[in-house]
């Protein structure tokens, strides 16, 4: 009996507060923010470096023209033409933001708010079904992933 007393009196008294309880903001949205701004950061560092790929050329082509001959175009193609559509819809945003010219920065970044979008919601996903910390832990894993963020 007198060992269980002992467990009990140091379980409660050794036991430092919760991390939670220690700091006056809450801990899981602001390392949750981190990550976001983290893979942000990885994603929009040098995004101009190298000019465009044949790909990216492509894409831009396609988004320059109106919405159902962007279909037409892409009917027979293996891809979908979701993509760009959602990338004729921003150009043209930034178009009318101001931008007259489609850089490099204005094509890519439509991809990597996707990432950063997909980090998000690899956070939610993990949390719904592995906890928090699980949730936490994959985003960091998917906001420095190198094919991702490539």
Do not use: C, N, Q
């Not at 009996?1 to 809450?26: C, G, N, W």
């Not at 007259?100 to 970044?109: N, Q, T, V």
């Amino acid at each position: 009996m007198p060992s269980s007393r002992r467990i009990r009196a140091t379980s409660s008294a050794a036991h430092p507060r919760r991390l939670k309880d220690r700091f006056p903001f809450a801990v899981g949205p602001a390392l949750l923010l981190g990550i976001l701004v983290l893979a942000a950061v990885a994603r929009l560092y040098g995004m101009a470096r190298e000019s465009l790929w044949l790909d990216e050329a492509t894409s831009l082509m396609l988004a320059r023209m109106d919405v159902p001959t962007l279909v037409e175009w892409t009917a027979l193609d293996i891809h979908p033409p979701l993509y760009y559509t959602l990338l004729h819809i921003w150009l043209a945003t930034l178009g009318a933001l101001g931008m007259i010219w489609p850089s490099e920065i204005a094509i890519r970044s439509l991809s990597a708010l996707a990432g950063v979008l997909t980090v998000w919601v690899v956070y939610g996903l993990g949390k719904t079904l592995f906890g928090r910390r699980a949730g936490l832990l994959a985003a960091l894993l998917m906001a420095v992933a190198p094919m991702h963020i490539w």
